[in-house]
């Protein structure tokens, strides 16, 4: 299966468990890998035969910066049921969601889920 990359999408958005999570917000990078035959868009060099990936950046962002979810978990779910039901194109999703700044004591890069889901 052909692969398309969405690497580092960036947003704000106001998921977690703890309320100042909900009321300050927080970054949140999306990096998805959309799996779907691009044969046909190769051959005709038509976009019709392919996934517009500014419309994937869209789908994401209005899952990311829309209403509060607890879990990381539930936005990366979220995003992977949007990507499956609204781009036929695509077979198969991978889909990880980054917490860079957690509210967490330590040192650390980032905390993330990664999830794959494909199409029944």
Known sequence: MDKMYLNKLA???YHGVFPEENKLGQRFIVDLILEMD????????????????????????????GPPKKLVESVGEAISSELLEGFPLI???????????????GHYESVAIELRRTRA
């Open 11 to 13: 947003f704000y958005g």
């Open 91 to 105: 077979q198969a999703c991978q889909v990880k969601v980054i917490k860079p700044d957690p509210p967490i004591p």
């Open 38 to 65: 691009m044969s046909q868009a190769g051959k005709t060099d038509n976009l019709e035969h392919s996934v517009n990936y500014a419309e994937v950046y869209e789908a994401v962002r209005q899952i990311v910066e």
